[in-house]
């Protein structure tokens, strides 16, 4: 049973860009693409940039600064130079909040 | 374009590119966002808000001392103090900072003429991880004089330290600082040696525990004959970030300068960061320069920078040179020990030990090298299993 804590008023996230929160100690950056919450760790694992000050297009979100793109579904990046995945954890919708477990989805 | 005769032939000092000018105050170091060149690798969110403006308490460590005949060692207050003795200008702002907040500096005074076998034990002991502290070390080497000292942390603490160490001619020191902190020790320390004429000064950094430790280490030379040593040895466990700064700038000509680390990692997220820069200025004619860093990789999941620059504004040189290896262990050494009958485990040790040996033999105190092997393999047997 994974606990899921609040995250974000759900009209805060706006659709098709990040929003950046913490839970429980964890830097998240939360993604809305219509009725779908991503969340994913806010830190590139390349070279540790916030991925919420990245674009989000479709299911990735890029980071600035290098341009790795990450699947906000799995959290694996999609080119270079980024290598390894940044995790990525499930959301909930409840009463027009956002919550979030911190678990990584595992693959 | 250039518009003098003096800018054509570069005759006014050359800034290093990596290594600008300092500043003592506080407000010209603007808090680093994580993006610029002397702050890229390291972690900043893990530093306490060093960087930032974390209150800097009075130095909070207890110190034990041991001194041997000619060498004196005390603290004295700033305003008494011979501090900036080594022409040293904080680079960062952790450092400036730690300039700024530090009500003493501890002296460390060789005599004259003095040679002393014995090396000067200083043991630092922190305890307290949630204020923030400051600390000044000066060590001068009076002329002609030869020792040892040696520099221990030990406990934890969130610690941000200038090191300034003068030679004055003909001095020899061997100065030894051992970071063997507990896991959740932050250390951000900058060291600066002034080397004097014919002067020949060895360091050797040891990095095995703390959280975050960041040691730019950096000198530069009054005169001719000058020689410089640093040699470093590091192992990073899980989640360990061990970086270390490195700058020799070579102001006087006809010196020298050696840089060897050596480190060695293993565990998730172990992060070793090595950036070395030698700045061969125009009048440095007839030096002699040569960086090196090796890297070992021991498990997945760690990760070792390294970054190693020549700057050179002279061709008229004995010599200037850098490397850089990073790997993982080699097969065929083990495969060639086993095949002379040595158990897998315990010939992965020997390549290991043999591997850091190199930097251990040229310490020159007997009883650090003793330990420093024994650290070696207590680290070993985290992922090797007990030493045979």
Not at chain 2, 191 to 210: C, E, P, T, Y
Not at chain 2, 223 to 234: A, E, M
Request: charged fraction near 25%.
């Amino acid at each position: 049973m994974t606990d899921y804590q609040f995250a974000a008023p759900l009209d805060l996230v706006v659709d098709g860009a990040a929003l950046p929160v913490e839970v429980g100690g964890v830097e998240i950056a939360l993604v809305r693409q219509g009725d779908d919450i991503y969340a994913i760790r806010d830190e590139c694992s390349h070279a540790s940039i916030p991925l919420s000050e990245g674009d989000v297009e479709g299911s990735e979100i890029e980071c600035w600064l290098h341009g790795s793109r990450f699947d906000l579904r799995t959290g694996k990046p999609i080119n270079l130079p980024a290598t390894e995945p940044v995790p990525v954890y499930p959301t909930r919708i409840e009463n027009g909040t956002v919550l979030v477990s911190l678990e990584p989805v595992q693959e | 374009m250039t518009d003098t005769l003096s800018e054509a032939l570069e005759l006014d000092p050359v800034e290093s590119h990596l290594h600008p000018e300092g500043s003592f105050n506080v407000d010209d170091h603007p808090v680093p966002s994580g993006l610029e060149e002397i702050w890229r690798f390291t972690p900043l969110k893990r530093l306490r808000e060093l960087h930032k403006d974390a209150p800097l308490g009075a130095f909070s460590l207890k110190r034990e001392v041991e001194t041997p005949e000619g060498v004196t060692a005390l603290s004295v207050p700033v305003a008494d103090s011979a501090r900036g003795l080594s022409g040293y200008v904080p680079t960062d702002r952790v450092s400036a900072r730690s300039w700024e907040a530090a009500s003493e500096v501890f002296e460390i005074t060789i005599d004259r003429s003095v040679e002393q076998a014995q090396p000067t034990i200083v043991t630092l002991r922190g305890d307290d991880v949630a204020q923030a502290t400051a600390g000044h070390l000066l060590v001068v080497a009076k002329q002609f004089s030869k020792a040892t000292v040696v520099i221990n942390y030990e406990g934890t603490a969130t610690l941000a330290e200038n090191i300034e160490v003068v030679l004055e001619d003909g001095a020899q020191l061997t100065l030894l600082t051992l970071h063997d902190w507990q896991d959740d020790a932050v250390h951000v320390v900058t060291q600066h040696a002034r080397v004097g004429r014919d002067a020949s000064f060895k360091h050797v950094a040891v990095s095995l525990g703390g959280d975050v430790i960041r040691a730019s280490t950096s000198a530069d030379y009054v005169g001719t004959g000058g020689d410089v040593d640093l040699l470093g040895l590091y192992f990073a466990d899980a989640g360990q970030h061990i970086e270390h700064r490195l700058f020799v700038d070579h102001t006087a000509p006809k010196t020298k300068s050696n840089v060897e680390y050596k480190g060695a990692l293993q565990g998730q997220d172990a992060h070793t960061v090595w950036v070395g820069n030698v700045l061969i200025r125009k009048v440095a004619e007839g030096i002699e320069t040569y960086e090196q860093n090796d890297n070992l990789v021991l498990t997945e999941g760690a990760k070792a920078d390294s970054v190693p620059n020549l700057e050179i504004e002279t061709g008229e040189i004995a010599g200037a040179g850098h490397a850089s290896t990073t790997g993982r262990f080699d097969d065929e050494h083990l495969f060639y020990l086993q095949s002379r009958g040595i158990p897998e485990q315990e010939a992965r040790t020997l390549v290991v030990r043999g591997f850091f040996n190199d930097i251990i033999r040229r310490i020159g105190v007997p009883e650090v090298e003793a330990k420093l092997r024994e650290a070696v393999d207590e680290e070993l047997s985290l992922t090797l299993g007990d030493a045979p």
